[in-house]
Structures are given as C-alpha cells and as structure tokens.
C-alpha cells in the first residue's frame, strides 16, 4: 500500500508557471503507475497526466499537451507535475494517485484505474 501527499499547489497569475509535487511513502515505489487528475469546481474530475513505473511510457491530457510536464524519481519517491503556460482553466484541485497494474493507453486516463489517491493541492490561476 502506498500514501500519498500533494504539494506546490497555490495561486498564480495567467502564463506563469507552477510545480506540484507528490510524495509517496512505502517501498515499491519504482513499481507504481503514477497519475494526475484534477477537479474544477462543479466539474467532474479529469485526467491530467500519467507516467508508467520507469517513466518510459507517458500520456498527456489534450488540454495539458505542451503546456504540463510529468516526471518521477524514484530514488526520492516522488512525481511530479510541472505546469507551465498556466491558463484560469486549469484551475482545480489537483489529485496525485497511483497503481499496481500496468499502465497502457486504455487505462491511463481513467480514474477508476487507480486504487490510491492523495487528498489534493488546489491550483489558482487568476487572469
């Protein structure tokens, strides 16, 4: 099992750059899928990014492609989301989860894919 806790999150102007990160507690670290969701207000939550165990395999959100970077150490047991471009869009409660399972395409985006989840760092982005 594996605990996981958000931070880097706060308010930043439109065009700035922000950087989240999440730390993850427990051993098999380097075997975990990482992902990253967030959840506007009165929105659903929505799949940002993903990094599979080694960080070989990535997938990006339409809506983050070019803008948003996914990264992970597993040295330090850490992901992490570099956020650049920022736009009030992007504004939510960003969400770090994490799973066993292989991450593919198909999986990648789907939050019921992940069985642990961090309790969120909210991100404002004022125009």
């Known amino acids: 099992q594996v605990q996981l806790v958000e931070s880097g999150g706060g308010l930043v102007q439109a065009g700035g750059p922000l950087r989240l990160s999440c730390a993850a507690s427990?051993?098999?670290?380097?075997?975990?899928?990482m992902g990253w969701f967030r959840q506007a207000p009165g929105k659903a939550r929505e799949f940002v990014a993903a990094?599979?165990?080694?960080?070989?395999?990535?997938y990006y959100a339409d809506s983050v492609k070019g803008r948003f970077t996914i990264s992970r150490d597993n040295a330090k047991n850490t992901v992490t989301l570099q956020m650049n471009s920022l736009k009030p869009e992007d504004t939510a409660v960003y969400y770090c989860?994490?799973?066993?399972?292989?991450?593919?395409?198909?999986?990648?985006?789907?939050?019921?894919?992940?069985?642990?989840w961090g309790h969120g760092t909210r991100v404002t982005v004022s125009s």
């Open positions: 989860a994490a799973d066993t399972d292989i991450l593919d395409g198909v999986v990648a985006g789907r939050a019921s894919f992940y069985d642990y």
């Open positions: 427990g051993r098999t670290f380097s075997t975990y899928a």
């Open positions: 990094i599979n165990w080694n960080g070989g395999t990535i």
